[in-house]
Structures are given as structure tokens and as C-alpha cells.
Nanobody, 124 residues
Framework: VQLQASGGGLVQAGGSLRLSCAAS????????TGWFRQAPGKEREFVAT????????YYTDSVKGRFTIARDSAKNTVYLQMNSLKPEDTAVYYC??????????????????WGQGTLVTVSS
């Protein structure tokens, strides 16, 4: 499965962006999917994940209430709606798929396929 992340860009603090993660195969609908990010000079960190059914979601504390992960299985796409963006949200954002469909997977090692990343820059 190939994943294509898109939607990044430059936005002012307080603004919004929606990231998309499009998959090349329909089997993607059976995988749980997560978003990770890597800020300059920092390690990649977990942001959010969604179950294959879309019924369960999990977020890191720093984005709760601001980010929403959702999926459209008909389009083989997972979205990350990011509102009230802060400068500390600046990072390259990656989507990833877990073929085992685990709930609440937060570690990189639990994901099997990765997208190429999309850059989000939040100016103050």
C-alpha cells in the first residue's frame, strides 16, 4: 500500500489546515491509520490514530480538542483536521497504516506503511 500525505502549508497561529492521507489500495479501509509529526531537531511523535471502522480515535494530549482524525473508506482516505494551530505544531506530518488494525497504536513500530510527509508551518 502506498500512502500519499497532502494538505500541508503555511498558516498563521489560530488558523486551520486539513491534511489528507490517500491510499493506493482499498485494503487500506481494513487498517487502522495514524498521524505522526516530526518537528525540526526533534524525534517523530505520535499525533492521532483512528480504527479501521472509524469508530475509535485516540489523540496525544497536546492536540486534544484541536485536531480531529476521520476517515472516508469509500475514498481510501484519512483526514486530520487541525484547528487553533500553534507555532509548536510546526512539523512534517506523516500518515501511517497498521495492517493489524490495532486500537490506540501510538508507537512507530506498530505501523507498517508510511507516507512521505507533508510540511505544516505555523507562524506566530
Amino acid at each position: 500500500v502506498q500512502l500519499q500525505a497532502s494538505g500541508g502549508g503555511l498558516v498563521q497561529a489560530g488558523g486551520s489546515l486539513r491534511l489528507s492521507c490517500a491510499a493506493s489500495r482499498s485494503t487500506f479501509s481494513r487498517y487502522s491509520t495514524g498521524w505522526f509529526r516530526q518537528a525540526p531537531g526533534k524525534e517523530r511523535e505520535f499525533v492521532a490514530t483512528i480504527s479501521w471502522s472509524g469508530s475509535s480515535t485516540y489523540y496525544t494530549d497536546s492536540v486534544k480538542g484541536r485536531f480531529t482524525i476521520a476517515r472516508d473508506s469509500a475514498k481510501n482516505t484519512v483526514y486530520l483536521q487541525m484547528n487553533s494551530l500553534k507555532p509548536e505544531d510546526t512539523a512534517v506530518y506523516y500518515c501511517a497504516a497498521d495492517i493489524l488494525g490495532r486500537l490506540g497504536a501510538t508507537r512507530e513500530a506498530e505501523y507498517d506503511y508510511w507516507g512521505q510527509g507533508t510540511l505544516v508551518t505555523v507562524s506566530s
